[in-house]
């Protein structure tokens, strides 16, 4: 069935080769004046693409490749700003495009990405779960190993400044990061004893779906570890939340010129619990608050680039990251080795259980030095798990252009 572009390609292609005739063919420079000066056509598309022949994408998957989804311009609330847009870790030559992104969705899907055809991305970062795996530690490809970090979630992982990845910070960027799970000898298996990424490659060239999905994204059916990491890199950076119940709220009193831009301002529809929840949140300990969003800065609840590590044991030298806050309500484990299994352990680490080390951050620290105690209440403590569920986004693990396009 022809795709409107296929028709539209269709249509210019013979008429070029017919107007350019007339000046007799190719010139020295290989360029066709003729063409540009009489086509009577919409302007091309940013990079042309010869058309892609769509059998295997439509065979394997839901993708309509007349009709991409939108990931280059997702419609963002307004406090989305440019304060927001100064977290961005997109490098220069990564910049979004529904196609690369679309190819980038196939990929996290793909089972095939594994050595024996049963992990994805998507086995250990589920929608459902705001990308995060509901187990403690994962399973890998062979059913029977297991990872020794929790997964993370990935919403707004886009807004964490550094950019550099994994709990401890070991991947330099997301691009970086995206393909050492296709390697990871326990997560999907192409190590070096199955063959190496070439092998993966391999694979994938044989497939009927992915030479015209990477022409379609690139222009042509070469298929390297470089583009699958721009794939990757971009689909995971179309994970965006901002609709959770505090962001409806927020929306609502968001004002760029307000005190601390309206953070610590009553929230709409917030029940007196959440709000109470809100405002520890949002207030440094030294005000009576709890400190939180020093680190988890809102709106995007993503770590802040200063952060060092949050004590979970005494003389850590490792300084960790945090994914954004964003869904964490959905997760069933936390922290990096999934030590905690509720948020109520979660805020009784921060209020009574912080231990010293070389890495603890000195926002978690008195005055003095020593590890904070907060000293909360029973009602506060309550309050701040109410205020996490708020983060709780529901269009980001509902979105069907973040969902699994495979029929097969
Ligand atoms: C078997 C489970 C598993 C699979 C499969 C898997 N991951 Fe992960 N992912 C993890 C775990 C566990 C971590 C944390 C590891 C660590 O920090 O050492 C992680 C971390 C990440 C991070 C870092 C997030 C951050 O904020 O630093 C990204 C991005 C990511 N994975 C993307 C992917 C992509 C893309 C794929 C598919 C190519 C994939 N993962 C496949 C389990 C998995
Ligand atoms: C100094 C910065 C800092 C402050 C302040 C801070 N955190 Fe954290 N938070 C972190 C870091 C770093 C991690 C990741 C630690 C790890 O896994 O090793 C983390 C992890 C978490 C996690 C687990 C995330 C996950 O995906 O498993 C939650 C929930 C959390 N913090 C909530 C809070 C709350 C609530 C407060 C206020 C009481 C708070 N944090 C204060 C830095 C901070």
Request: overall charge neutral; some cysteine.
């Amino acid at each position: 069935m022809p795709k409107i572009k296929v028709t539209t390609f269709g249509l210019i292609f013979p008429l070029s080769v017919v107007l350019s005739g007339c000046g007799g063919d190719t010139t020295s420079n290989g360029a066709a004046p003729a063409v540009t000066v009489v086509a009577p056509t919409p302007s091309p598309p940013p990079t042309p693409t010869p058309p892609p022949t769509i059998s295997g994408i439509v065979d394997f998957t839901t993708i309509d490749v007349s009709r991409l989804d939108n990931y280059a311009n997702p419609v963002l609330p307004a406090y989305y700003d440019g304060t927001v847009a100064a977290l961005d870790n997109t490098p220069n030559n990564n910049a979004i495009s529904d196609r690369v992104a679309t190819l980038g969705r196939v990929l996290f899907y793909d089972k095939r990405l594994s050595v024996n055809d049963t992990t994805s991305c998507s086995s250990c970062h589920q929608q459902a779960s705001g990308f995060d795996d509901p187990q403690r530690f994962s399973t890998g490809f062979s059913g029977t190993a297991f990872t020794s970090a929790h997964a993370m979630r990935l919403g707004n992982i886009k807004f964490y400044r550094p950019g550099t990845m994994f709990w401890d910070k070991r991947a330099a960027s997301l691009e970086l990061q995206v393909s050492q799970p296709i390697t990871h000898p326990i997560e999907m298996g192409f190590d070096s004893t199955h063959g190496g990424i070439s092998a993966l490659l391999t694979k994938m060239a044989a497939s009927t779906y992915y030479p015209d999905l990477f022409t379609l994204a690139f222009g042509n059916a070469a298929i390297t570890e470089a583009r699958i990491q721009q794939a990757l890199g971009q689909f995971t950076r179309s994970m965006i939340s901002s609709a959770s119940r505090w962001d409806t709220a927020y929306a609502q009193v968001f004002s760029a010129t307000g005190p601390n831009r309206n953070l610590n301002v009553s929230l709409p529809g917030f029940t007196a619990s959440e709000d109470l929840g809100r405002q520890l949140f949002m207030t440094g300990p030294g005000q009576g608050g709890a400190g939180c969003a020093a680190c988890h800065q809102p709106p995007t609840f993503a770590l802040a680039a200063n952060s060092l590590s949050n004590g979970l044991d005494a003389n850590e030298t490792i300084i960790f990251k945090s994914p954004s806050l964003k869904n964490v309500g959905l997760s069933r484990a936390f922290m990096h080795d999934g030590r905690f299994s509720t948020l109520e352990q979660v805020i009784e680490h921060y209020n009574s259980g912080i231990q010293n080390g070389p890495a603890l951050d000195n926002r978690l620290k008195t005055p003095g030095g020593a590890p904070q105690r907060l000293n909360l209440s029973v009602a506060e403590k309550t309050a701040l798990v109410a205020f996490l569920l708020t983060l709780t986004d529901n269009n980001l693990t509902n979105d069907a252009k973040l969902s699994n396009p495979f029929k097969k």
